[in-house]
């Protein structure tokens, strides 16, 4: 199984199986995980010192003038060479496709005929190009929350603007309608408007925190995003953090952002290398245009996501100026010969959106979509009893739903 990301451990993944699947299916198979090339107890790509990734998350994400989209510039294109100087023999080498072979030699070493799989998130695209590469030997294969190896750079992170901008929609009408909820709005617009006032804001003027660090526009949007993921649980500690720092104090929403990031607040450590991973992966995997392109996109997407539109575009300016040149380009994957495979796709999945899931289901030459009508990312074992024994209906039985269940629908 591997989790997304990329840059996500799989092995730490492996180790938390009981709440990744089922009862059953823990009970019906061996759960393997591995961390792929670049990636945790792999061989690492090593390009930033803690210190150093604390500078680039700090960043200006959104900048405001010639001066500020200098500074972007610079701290973004040092990342990129930071990696070839401290890790030459590995970080051109980390791309999906090379990671998708490597599973085929994990599967050969397991002594198995056929490799089962659950991959979430850029989980699905390892799986699905591991399935277009080997599709004699695909056995049951799970992709939830998809990510199509036919987008391009832009089409990704206009796709996850827009996304995390219903999300923060959503999350917003559901704050409304709650006792703890910090909001002055008395309508959603309103209270999306809040919140991009109060993230616009903390630009000039950062709030201070319990330790020596300032909560940055940067870093408070950083945090909003990241909480917009899992409703369950994110959702409240957002609307607490978001309080807190509306009364001034930062410190909660920088606490949070520092959990999700796995980041020691005491020492500064991460506890991963999942970020210079995930621009490592990503930087191979396609192509992104130059620094001019992304200027354009954040000027127009800023109409259609005005909370995230710029963010998303400017995060691009990392694999703008990576040094080592892209070796995959956009492309459909059909998997001819495999399958059936299960595609799983959530209504309202900020970081994976619906449509994807559609279009990878559709781009398969054979496989099944499990609709879910819920907010978060990624459907299995989540919440849903629907998805869950659907899910497990195929993976137990090989069965697959004769139609889309549409689950909550």
């Not at 699947?21 to 019906?28: E, H, N, Q, T």
């Not at 300032?214 to 899992?230: D, K, Q, R």
């Not at 001034?248 to 980041?263: E, I, N, S």
């Not at 629907?386 to 004769?402: F, N, T, W």
Request: charged share 20%; aromatic share 8%.
């Amino acid at each position: 199984l591997n989790p997304g990301g990329p840059g996500g451990s799989g092995v730490q993944y492996a180790r938390a199986a009981p709440a990744v699947v089922s009862g059953a299916v823990l009970d019906a198979y061996d759960i393997v995980g591995f961390d792929p090339r670049g990636v945790g107890v792999s061989e690492p790509v090593e390009c930033l010192t803690d210190a150093e990734t604390d500078v680039l998350i700090d960043t200006d994400p959104t900048p405001d003038d010639q001066a500020e989209e200098a500074a972007l510039s610079a701290e973004a294109g040092s990342v990129g060479l930071r990696c070839e100087r401290r890790s030459p023999d590995v970080y051109p080498w980390v791309d999906t496709e090379s990671a998708a072979k490597d599973m085929d030699l994990l599967r050969s070493a397991m002594g198995e005929d056929r490799l089962h799989y659950l991959g979430k998130s850029y989980g699905t695209a390892l799986g699905a190009v591991y399935a277009d590469h080997f599709p004699d030997r695909v056995g049951r294969f799970v992709l939830d929350g998809a990510l199509p190896t036919s987008l391009t750079s832009a089409e990704v992170s206009r796709g996850q603007a827009a996304g995390f901008e219903l999300a923060l929609q959503r999350f917003v009408a559901d704050c409304l309608t709650r006792s703890d909820c910090p909001l002055e709005a008395e309508d959603t617009g309103a209270g999306v408007a809040e919140i991009g006032a109060f993230l616009a804001a903390l630009d000039a003027d950062p709030l201070p925190t319990s330790s020596d660090r300032m909560l940055s526009e940067a870093l408070g949007a950083t945090a909003v995003l990241y909480y917009l993921y899992f409703p369950p649980g994110d959702w409240a500690q957002l609307r607490q953090g978001l309080a807190e720092a509306f009364d001034g104090d930062g410190t909660l929403l920088l606490q949070l952002l520092d959990r999700r990031l796995q980041r020691s607040p005491e020492t500064g450590v991460y506890a991963t290398n999942a970020q210079e991973a995930y621009y490592a992966v990503t930087c191979l995997d396609r192509e992104t245009g130059t620094f001019e392109d992304i200027q354009q996109r954040a000027e127009e997407w800023a109409v259609e996501s005005p909370t995230f539109g710029p963010y998303l575009a400017w995060s691009d300016a990392v694999c703008a100026q990576w040094p080592a040149s892209a070796v995959s380009e956009p492309r459909e994957v059909a998997a001819e010969g495999a399958g059936p495979i299960l595609v799983v796709s959530t209504q309202y999945d900020p970081a994976t959106p619906y449509e994807w899931g559609v279009q990878l289901a559709d781009g398969l030459a054979d496989a099944s979509l499990i609709s879910l009508n819920a907010d978060g990312h990624t459907a299995y074992f989540n919440g849903s009893s629907c998805v869950d024994e659907a899910v497990d209906a195929y993976l137990l039985r090989g069965e697959v739903p004769a139609s889309d269940p549409r689950c909550g629908y």
